[in-house]
Every structure is written in C-alpha cells, then in structure tokens.
C-alpha cells in the first residue's frame, strides 16, 4: 500500500521494481501490436496513442488536461 500522497522514494522504489518494469514492456508490446486499438476509441483517444506507452501516457495527459482535470479519482 502507497501513502497518500506517495513520497518520491515510494514511487521511485515502485518504478525501479522488476514488476513495474515487466508492466510497462507488456503494455508497450500490446500497444504496438495493436492487440488494444480498440480500447483507444472507447477511452476516447487518438488512434496514434495505440503506438506505445510514451504516446499513449501523452494522450491521456492531454485528454485530462482537456478535461480540465489536475488529478485521478481513486474511488
């Protein structure tokens, strides 16, 4: 379990981990072989945030900056 908020040692420590790692590269993997196009559409982003994770987390950045949004709902 993370504080809340999480210190930068916390999330440094969680990116650093070896799961985080092998999550990322699976899904960069499923973005790049187009295994989630789909799921772009219904998550309302462009077709180029499907290329791989560096596209996909801009897209979602700006979709919440559109949004108007500055953080996430956790509930």
């Known amino acids: ?3 809340s908020p999480p210190s930068a040692e916390s999330l440094q420590q969680i990116v650093n981990s ?3 790692r092998a999550a990322v590269l699976s899904l960069d993997r499923a973005l790049r072989t187009g295994m989630l196009s ?3 559409g219904q998550l309302g982003l462009p077709e180029e945030a499907g ?4 596209a996909f987390l801009r897209a979602v950045a700006e979709q ?3 949004d108007g949004g500055d953080g ?4």
Do not use: C, I
Request: aromatic letters at 4%; charged letters at 30%; proline letters at 10%.
């Open 1 to 3: 379990d993370l504080p």
């Open 18 to 20: 070896p799961q985080f």
């Open 38 to 40: 789909g799921l772009m």
């Open 51 to 54: 290329t791989g994770v560096e």
């Open 64 to 66: 919440a900056r559109r």
């Open 72 to 75: 996430m709902d956790t509930d």
